[in-house]
């Protein structure tokens, strides 16, 4: 979650991309100017451990991982390298994702919460386990939904993957791109690359499709049906912060459908419309200029930069990219549906 107040392996030690294969949906004249990711394995992180005023603290190259209580070797060292992993993912893809950076970066702030009841006395989000804060630029979560849950038909022990702290640092990451982002987009890719990481620090993206379907799976559908309703496309891609919490206010029980329908739609524009590049490319770049303008001071007020979200379609309606979605998952063993969220007006 986002409060807006507003895998490629190494050449060595470091990190090395791996050639990609054209996705069956796509044209096989398609031409790739740049490869695209099938794979990231970032290298554990080295940390040092330290304290602050309110407890521990645990420092790796670009982040401090801080937590009241003491955290096992295992424990850091695992939330370590998936800190340490989310740029360099981020910047694997051939894509205008990151912030331009001149020179050296302060250490990014993780602030881990020993208990979900911590995590709300501290100003966590009612309804949330973990956030970006984009005033203090510091990630919060709780400790006790870092852990995945057992699957409702697996015999498995629950595992450290780290979904919820992947999501959260790519917003932060990603913080003065973001702004700019329609927040579809942001959540949504925040989402796919929490589904792309099988291994603390490790993603891939050649199965991705599998891996989508085994994330919405755990974290919502828990094996119970694949049949799903998403918020139209039209709906979702007009929603910004204020009807977003709206909707996580009015809608609850199932607040839920808004990121996977902006996972499934970030997933088709990396994968199945836009590995050409296309609109997608187009359209960050734009917005990537839009950010340079504003902190250069031509421009004082972001509202105005907004980028129109049409390059992103070309000549392809949110009905036939509804079709074209449905289609695509139901192949894959998901069944769509699409409706209006609850209190949402019809566009005119």
Not at 39 to 61: H, N
Not at 139 to 165: A, W
Request: proline content about 5%.
């Amino acid at each position: 979650m986002q409060r807006r107040q507003h895998r490629i392996c190494k050449p060595t030690a470091c990190h090395r991309v791996i050639a990609t294969v054209a996705l069956a949906m796509l044209s096989p004249c398609t031409v790739l100017a740049e490869p695209w990711p099938t794979r990231y394995d970032a290298p554990t992180a080295k940390y040092a451990e330290g304290s602050f005023a309110g407890g521990f603290a645990y420092q790796s190259r670009s982040y401090s991982i801080l937590c009241s209580e003491k955290l096992s070797a295992g424990r850091v060292n695992e939330m370590a390298t998936v800190a340490e992993s989310v740029r360099g993912v981020l910047e694997s893809f051939p894509l205008e994702l990151m912030p331009s950076t001149n020179g050296a970066r302060e250490r990014a702030v993780i602030r881990i919460y020993p208990t979900q009841n911590d995590y709300l006395k501290s100003g966590g989000p009612a309804g949330s386990s973990g956030f970006f804060n984009a005033r203090s630029r510091e990630v919060m979560v709780s400790n006790e939904y870092l852990i995945e849950p057992k699957g409702h038909r697996s015999n498995l022990e629950p595992r450290q993957r780290y979904r919820l702290l992947v999501h959260e640092l790519v917003h932060q990451a990603m913080a003065e791109n973001a702004v700019l982002l329609p927040l579809w987009l942001s959540e949504g890719i925040a989402e796919y690359l929490s589904s792309a990481q099988f291994a603390p620090g490790r993603y891939r993206f050649n199965e991705s499709a599998r891996d989508i379907v085994n994330h919405l799976r755990t974290l919502w559908l828990h094996d119970r049906q694949n049949t799903i309703t998403l918020p139209t496309i039209e709906s979702l891609i007009q929603m910004d912060s204020r009807a977003w919490a709206t909707d996580n206010r009015i809608n609850k029980d199932n607040a839920y459908a808004k990121y996977a329908a902006s996972l499934l739609l970030t997933h088709y524009q990396f994968e199945l419309a836009a590995r050409g590049r296309g609109g997608l490319a187009e359209f960050l770049a734009a917005m990537k200029a839009d950010v340079g303008k504003f902190k250069s001071g031509r421009s004082r007020h972001y509202g105005r930069l907004a980028v129109d979200q049409s390059l992103l379609w070309k000549d392809r309606s949110p009905e036939i990219v509804q079709k074209q979605l449905a289609d695509y998952w139901q192949s894959k063993g998901l069944k769509l549906t699409f409706a209006l969220p609850s209190g949402a007006k019809p566009a005119k």
